[in-house]
């Protein structure tokens, strides 16, 4: 009749392949869960003595700034305004006061977030 089969030769042990380092998950930002707002004392003063938002929104691009390490043009994004609790236009018109005032320059977009340079 039917022959029996020994799966036992057709079974392979089950092993997981190892990850070689460089494929490793590489952690950028630092392990506390908080993050240090900074930049320089006479911009944000000049920011701070324009509106308080525009202090705000100073410290957020500086802390984006810090993040990207030093590369520029920086995006501000709604999210990141969300985040910190900054509306949509509070934010457009701080951008505005800062840019008048020169401490920003601003490439505007149509239905884009705008590229902002730090002078």
């Known amino acids: 009749m039917s022959k029996a089969v020994d799966v036992a030769k057709y079974v392979r042990p089950a092993t997981m392949p190892e990850i070689p380092d460089a ?25 701070h003595s324009i509106s308080p938002s525009a202090g705000w ?4 691009l500086w802390q ?31 951008l505005k006061a800062l840019e008048k005032a020169g401490l920003i320059i601003m ?7 705008p590229l902002i340079t730090i002078v």
Do not use: D
């Open 23 to 47: 494929k490793k998950k590489i952690r950028i930002y630092p392990l506390w869960s908080h993050r240090f707002m900074s930049g320089p004392e006479t911009w944000l003063i000049t920011a």
């Open 107 to 113: 490439q505007r977009f149509k239905h884009r977030s």
């Open 64 to 94: 984006q700034w810090r993040l990207n390490r030093g590369k520029q043009p920086l995006k501000l994004t709604g999210r990141t305004l969300r985040k910190f609790g900054v509306s949509k236009i509070s934010a457009r018109r701080a």
């Open 57 to 60: 929104v100073g410290l957020i």
